[in-house]
């Protein structure tokens, strides 16, 4: 079972799969965060419109959009 400590362990649970894949949350204001791709903002989410689910979903859109560019 994970262990929270801080905001920052919550977000980074949130990411789960996606964070070993080079994403990242980071706290951008009391009621929002940002989605990155290593130094590239991918998507600014409200704190209380951020699930799991459009976490996830943004990432992978963003995985996708990669391999278009690529193919």
Known sequence: MA???NYQ???N???GEYQAK???LIEKADHFVDLYYCDERVRSFSQTGAT???IHQA???YLEKG???WA
Do not use: P, W
């Open 9 to 11: 362990s919550i977000l």
């Open 3 to 5: 262990s929270y400590i």
């Open 52 to 54: 799991i689910t459009t």
């Open 67 to 69: 391999k278009e560019l």
């Open 59 to 61: 990432c992978l859109e």
């Open 13 to 15: 649970a949130a990411l």
């Open 22 to 24: 080079g994403f990242r």
